[in-house]
């Protein structure tokens, strides 16, 4: 099998959803994963989708980016005020996940050295990957935090190719219907998992893609 770079949507808790999807996927060592963020937060186990993404490290090329969700989250470790916002975006679902009462500094280790191991963005010859948007006119090392984590499509829609010439992968804005967005010059893959959606994962080379939903069922995409 020649090597795949495939991305894979917001998570979200879904647990059940990634197993499947990975199940599908059988990555090896050859291809290269890269998770658009938002592992945490909403869904019912995070703890087991953060394991289980510790797991695939070692089995693949894991490319992790930062959603804002793991953003709040690791603010959240030493900042009162971070911790109380972050519970007000999903965070106690995913603090239950570890036991109810579970401060954010005492997850496992591995988990929180998954979560700093983190990137703001990737890119590689034909694609570039943000968590959540992109301003077609900056270079990815130059856009703000607010626009790779936080900028929603439906506040801001790219208008034109980015500069680089590159086709974006983005996530973080749920396309609620469970279809993949696909504007040709970016794509964006957060099909709603957490909310009785689809989680996606995408060959970014021929934008061939896999679906499942948290009760572990799969959905066969619909003809391109
Ligand atoms: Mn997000």
Redesign the pocket.
């Known amino acids: 099998m020649t090597a795949r770079t495939i991305a894979i949507g ?1 998570i979200h808790g879904c647990a059940v959803a990634l197993s499947a999807l990975l199940d599908r996927l059988r990555p090896t060592p050859q291809d290269t994963i890269v998770l658009l ?2 592992y945490v937060d909403r869904g019912p186990d995070s703890r087991a989708v953060l394991q289980r993404l510790v797991e695939l490290a070692q089995q693949c090329t894991l490319v992790p980016l930062l ?3 793991e953003e709040m989250l690791l603010a959240s470790r030493s900042d009162t005020e971070a911790l109380q916002g972050w519970l007000r975006c999903g965070g106690v679902a995913t603090l239950d996940s570890y036991g109810h009462g579970t401060h954010p500094r005492a997850l496992p280790a591995d988990h929180l050295a998954f979560l700093e191991s983190c990137r703001p963005y990737h890119e590689t010859d034909h694609h570039l990957f943000s ?2 948007n992109f301003d077609p006119s900056v270079p990815l090392a130059e856009q703000t935090p607010l626009m790779l ?1 936080w900028c929603s499509l439906r506040e801001s829609t790219p208008a034109r190719r980015h500069i680089s010439g590159k086709t974006v992968i983005l ?2 804005t749920p396309q609620e219907n469970g279809d993949v967005l696909d504007r040709d010059f970016f794509v964006c893959i957060d099909t709603f998992c957490c909310g009785g959606g689809w989680l996606t994962a995408m060959d970014v080379e021929d934008k061939t893609f896999w679906q499942a939903n948290d009760a572990g069922q799969f959905r066969e995409p619909a003809e391109k």
């Open positions: 917001d963020g938002d959603g804002n969700h968590h959540a984590r996530g973080h």
